[in-house]
């Protein structure tokens, strides 16, 4: 167990439907990454906060949007769903930013229908 | 831009045969370099950081080196149970950096 939460560990949906993904780091974990990882694709980074402020964007789609909240905890915004985006979706914590192990979440199966 | 390759893609080795797998990477000025395992279906599973060229680490079976160019993680008599997806990441020294991800090394492990 890593110690990152994620929830929830599946979700169906339908095209353009909205959904939140939710991440809650481990205890003293400050930054918060999430990653797409696609059937057969790599991890793709989408973003990264730390301490409550964005600190790193990667391929994120305008359609997507995330933030952490003061309890460090984090939400992944996903809208007008497209077929495309099913996909397994990772959050990771580190204490820090910089060249700090970073631990991952066991994901959400996001499959749109 | 950063970019991590790793090589084979897949890898299938008999019960205690053991071999290297390799990660080559480019980067603006390395922090430290990551390894991963990843299961099926789960999130990955944190295995090693190196920060310099010339650091090995070790874990059972397991063992990472590092150049400034590449890295190798080194599997010493592979059980079934090493079977699995690794994966390299590095991490830029500028600022507060994502982890760039390659695709993976598939390892297979047959009794």
């Known amino acids: 167990d890593s110690g990152v939460t994620q929830t929830p560990k599946h979700l169906i949906t339908a095209t353009g439907q909205r959904v939140t993904l939710r991440c809650s780091p481990r205890s003293g974990d400050l930054s918060v990454y999430w990653y797409q990882q696609s059937l057969d694709q790599g991890l793709q980074f989408l973003i990264q906060?730390?301490?409550?402020?964005?600190?790193a964007k990667g391929n994120i789609l305008e359609r997507f949007s995330a933030q952490q909240f003061p309890d460090l905890h984090s939400e992944l915004n996903l809208s007008s769903l497209e077929l495309g985006d099913s996909a397994l979706y990772f959050c990771a914590s580190s204490f820090g930013g910089i060249g700090t192990e970073a631990f991952f979440g066991q994901g959400t199966r996001l499959t749109v229908v | 831009e950063d970019q991590v390759t790793q090589s084979p893609e897949a890898l299938r080795l008999q019960e205690g045969e053991s071999s290297s797998l390799n990660c080559s990477y480019t980067?603006?000025?390395?922090?430290?370099l990551f390894w991963y395992r990843q299961d099926p279906g789960k999130g990955p599973e944190f295995l090693f950081t190196l920060y310099s060229a010339g650091e090995e680490k070790e874990k059972e079976r397991l063992k990472a080196t590092l150049t400034k160019k590449e890295s190798f993680l080194h599997i010493t008599a592979p059980k079934p149970e090493d079977s699995a997806t690794y994966l390299c990441?590095?991490?830029?020294?500028?600022?507060?950096?994502?982890?760039?991800f390659g695709t993976g090394t598939r390892l297979l492990v047959s009794p």
């Open positions: 990441a590095v991490q830029a020294n500028t600022g507060f950096q994502k982890l760039v």
């Open positions: 906060y730390y301490n409550g402020e964005e600190r």
């Open positions: 980067v603006s000025g390395l922090r430290g």
